[in-house]
């Protein structure tokens, strides 16, 4: 079955920092694959998405890479900033297929 | 983007009782509904899939009579919690399905059982 594994957490960083967390996945066919994010206290909202191989999905300095020949789909931001604190879940989901999520990846920026 | 709501955003009751949570999507209509389970710091378990004017499919392991979900109208989805425990405490999202491998989701609800 369809699978999503997460850079362990939790993670933590000085304000400014670059960031990446790490997002492989096991598919059958070929998944449309996206980033969430979850402040505190607060439900899911989608950061970005790609549907195809090579797509890079991008959103509030924030960027993945659709990588088929990795099955990763990595997310990376160049300065991160204090407001970016949050806990990040990648995941997939195939044509009329549910939401497959990874563990989650708790981020803490510092000042 | 689309809103889906979220109503209560927190819940207290006592053991034995039972609960309703409201999922509404504001901005579009919505055939199939979502139900998430999640547990302090792991990640989002779906329980069941919702469609409008049909049963809901359960995931393995959740007790459809326990969980009980209705999905009434196009733009809301309610889920019922029986017969409420401590070990039913957790924070509920529901995400509406928007087009192909697009949801949109509610802020939660945070369920405390007494």
């Known amino acids: 079955g369809n699978s999503v594994t997460q850079m362990e957490g939790p993670v933590t960083l000085s304000e400014e920092a670059f960031l990446t967390i790490n997002c492989t996945y096991t598919a059958t066919g070929y998944p449309s694959l996206f980033w969430y994010v979850q402040y505190p206290g607060e439900g899911l909202q989608l950061l970005l998405k790609?549907?195809?191989?090579?797509d890079k999905g991008s959103n509030k300095g924030f960027e993945a890479t659709y990588r088929k020949e990795t099955t990763s789909f990595h997310l990376e931001k160049g300065s991160v900033q204090v407001s970016d604190s949050a806990v990040y879940f990648c995941?997939?989901?195939?044509?009329?297929?549910?939401?497959?999520f990874g563990q989650g990846t708790r981020l803490t920026i510092n000042p | 983007g689309a809103v889906v709501s979220q109503h209560p955003s927190r819940v207290i009751c006592k053991s034995g009782t039972s609960v309703k949570i409201e999922c509404r999507s504001l901005d579009f209509q919505a055939t199939t509904m979502f139900w998430y389970r999640q547990f302090p710091k792991q990640s989002l378990m779906l329980m069941a899939t919702?469609?409008?004017?049909?049963?809901?499919?359960?995931e393995q392991g959740v007790e459809k009579d326990k969980f009980l979900i209705n999905h009434a109208s196009l733009t809301l989805s309610t889920l019922t919690v029986t017969s409420a425990h401590p070990e039913d405490s957790s924070f509920y999202i529901c995400s509406a399905e928007a087009g192909l491998d697009t949801q949109y989701f509610g802020p939660g609800t945070r369920l405390t059982v007494l």
């Open positions: 919702s469609n409008e004017g049909s049963k809901a499919t359960y």
């Open positions: 995941a997939l989901s195939e044509r009329a297929q549910k939401l497959v």
């Open positions: 790609a549907t195809k191989a090579d």
